[in-house]
């Protein structure tokens, strides 16, 4: 008896962990903000980016639709100033970014 509820606790361990350990979209994305963008921009809604002219990313969908970054994302991202670095995206990684970023509108 014992064997068995122990057997049967371990199996619906053993489903539901993985479902668990699996990140959101926004998760992801706010993981590869936290990498490539935290070091200027401020990546959540309360902090001021740590670069002063880079703006928050909160602030981006002032700027321009979120969905419209897409295109800019996959062909590479290049600004009018050089510390900036060119940033080209693979589709999974554009679709996780922009689900945090309207996360944050």
Do not use: W
């Amino acid at each position: 008896m014992l064997q068995a509820t122990l057997r049967h606790g371990l199996i619906g361990l053993l489903l539901v962990t993985p479902a668990l350990a699996t990140q959101t979209a926004e998760q992801r994305g706010k993981a590869f903000a936290g990498a490539n963008c935290a070091r200027c921009h401020a990546i959540d809604r309360v902090s001021n980016s740590p670069l002063r002219i880079a703006p928050p990313l909160r602030t981006l969908h002032n700027r321009y639709p979120i969905e419209s970054l897409e295109e800019a994302l996959a062909e590479g991202i290049s600004t009018g100033h050089p510390g900036m670095p060119v940033f080209e995206l693979n589709p999974d990684q554009i679709h996780d970014l922009l689900a945090y970023l309207k996360t944050l509108e």
